[in-house]
C-alpha cells in the first residue's frame, strides 16, 4: 500500500516513519519537499505520488501565533486539507487527517466523545475545524492532544530546560487533559488504517494531569534518569496568571474508548509513556 506521510519532520511524522508496519511503502515529505500554501505544487505532487493513503501530519501548530497569521493557519490547516481529500476522492484514495482538541471549546465537565459539538476558541481551533469538514465519510479523522516525542519541541523538553535554569518553575494547574506521547498515537494510526477505519476517533494516553501536574512527573522521572541534577520547586498558578494571545480549553479530555474497542488493546497511562519517551530522551544525550 502506497502511503504518503506528511510533515515528516514534526514528532508524529518521524513517529509514523519508525513505527510503520511492514506493509507500508512510504514516502514522507515536509516544507522543503511540497509547500502546503502552495496549492498547485501540492495538487502536482499528489498526482505524482499518487498514493492510497495519505496521512497528513503537517500542521501550522503555533497557536498564539496563529491568533495574528489565521490566513496561513487556514491554508496548511485546511485549504491543503481539502485539495488533498479532492485528490483522493479522483483518484479512490483515503486521507487520513490529524486533528485536536482544540476544536472543542473546554467547557465540559467529561470526556469529548468523537461526536461531540465543536465549538473552537482559538484561530487555530477554527482552522483545524475547517479542516476537519472537508474530509469524506470514508476518510479518517483521529483527534489528539498534548503531543510529546523524543528530541522534539514539546513540553516535557521544555520543561527539563527550565529546570536546569531557574531556581523554581510555575506551570498552570487549571487546564485539565491527558499527555499522548507520539510514539503510541503513532501505532494507533497505523492500526486504525490496518483496520481500514473510518469517521472520527479520539486517541490520547490514559489518565487525567493539568499542566502542573505533568510538569511535577517530568521532574521526577527526568531526576531519576539523570537528565536534571536537582529538582526544582514547581508552582502552580492559574491561566489568569499566565495570559496567552490564544484561549486554551480548561478541559480538553477526549473520550478514546471506540480507539481502544478498534485496536482490541488496553489504553497505556501518560506516566507510563512519559518513562519511555525520557528514556529515549536520555539515549539521545
Not at 495570559?243 to 497511562?269: D, I, M, N, Q, Y
Request: aromatic share 6%.
Amino acid at each position: 500500500m502506497r502511503i504518503l506521510i506528511t510533515g515528516a519532520n514534526g514528532q508524529l511524522g518521524g513517529a509514523l516513519q519508525r513505527t510503520a508496519p511492514t506493509w507500508a511503502d512510504i514516502n514522507a515529505v515536509d516544507v522543503e519537499d511540497v509547500d502546503l500554501t502552495d496549492a498547485p505544487m501540492l495538487t502536482a505532487r499528489l498526482v505524482v505520488e499518487a498514493p492510497d493513503v495519505i496521512i497528513n501530519a503537517a500542521a501550522y501548530t503555533a497557536v498564539d501565533k496563529a491568533e495574528g497569521e489565521e490566513a496561513l493557519a487556514r491554508a496548511i490547516n485546511a485549504d491543503a486539507v481539502a485539495l488533498m481529500v479532492e485528490a483522493m476522492a479522483g483518484s479512490g484514495g483515503k486521507v487520513v487527517h490529524v486533528s485536536t482538541d482544540y476544536v472543542f471549546d473546554g467547557t465540559a465537565s467529561a470526556p469529548y466523545a468523537p461526536d461531540a459539538k465543536r465549538n473552537p476558541q482559538s484561530a487555530y481551533g477554527r482552522t483545524k475545524a475547517e479542516g476537519e469538514d472537508h474530509l469524506r465519510s470514508d476518510d479518517l479523522l483521529v483527534r489528539t492532544a498534548w503531543v510529546y516525542e523524543a528530541g522534539g519541541a514539546n513540553f516535557v523538553r521544555t520543561m527539563i530546560r527550565l529546570m536546569k535554569e531557574r531556581e523554581e518553575v510555575r506551570v498552570v494547574a487549571d487546564q485539565i487533559g491527558a499527555p499522548t506521547w507520539a510514539t503510541g498515537l503513532a501505532r494507533a494510526i497505523w492500526g486504525l488504517v490496518e483496520r481500514k477505519g473510518t469517521g472520527t476517533f479520539h486517541h490520547c494516553d490514559a489518565g487525567v494531569a493539568s499542566w502542573y501536574d505533568f510538569a511535577v512527573a517530568i521532574a521526577e522521572e527526568a531526576h531519576a534518569l539523570g537528565l536534571i541534577s536537582r529538582i526544582p520547586p514547581i508552582r502552580p498558578i492559574t491561566t489568569a496568571d499566565y495570559p496567552t494571545p490564544a484561549k486554551r480549553p480548561a478541559f480538553s479530555l477526549l473520550e478514546c474508548g471506540a480507539t481502544r474497542a478498534v485496536l482490541e488493546e488496553e489504553a497505556v497511562h501518560w506516566r507510563t509513556n512519559l518513562r519511555r519517551m525520557l528514556e529515549e530522551e536520555a539515549k539521545l544525550g
